[in-house]
């Protein structure tokens, strides 16, 4: 299961299905890979466009990692800029140690 925290103006923690997190975004193309994860252009179903998904693996087992996650996630969510994306939404499987942030 998946937990859904909600940014745009809502703060929610919902179970969120997998399948339904699959069902949402399609087409992955792979656009870069880095040291905490991997980043793919998808497209949300739900509003029709593409967005980017950023994909940080196993961030708990290791300290370090999941704070620098953290800390990116956060300083996303902060700055504020046209050529920075801005993300939307925030998705954590607590069983794989996944998190997923997608941007516009």
């Not at 745009?8 to 399948?19: A, H, K, R, S, T």
Request: positive net charge; glycine residues 4%; aromatic residues 14%.
């Amino acid at each position: 299961m998946f937990t859904i925290l909600k940014m745009n103006n809502q703060d929610l923690d919902l179970e969120f299905p997998i399948v339904s997190l699959r069902n949402r975004y399609s087409n992955p193309i792979l656009i870069g890979e880095g040291s905490y994860g991997s980043v793919y252009k998808v497209y949300d179903r739900f509003k029709g466009i593409y967005v980017a998904a950023k994909i940080f693996k196993k961030i708990k087992s290791d300290r370090i990692r999941c704070k620098r996650a953290m800390r990116e996630v956060e300083l996303l969510f902060i700055l504020k800029h046209p050529y920075i994306v801005y993300p939307y939404d925030l998705y954590w499987d607590k069983d794989s140690e996944i998190l997923v942030v997608t941007m516009e």
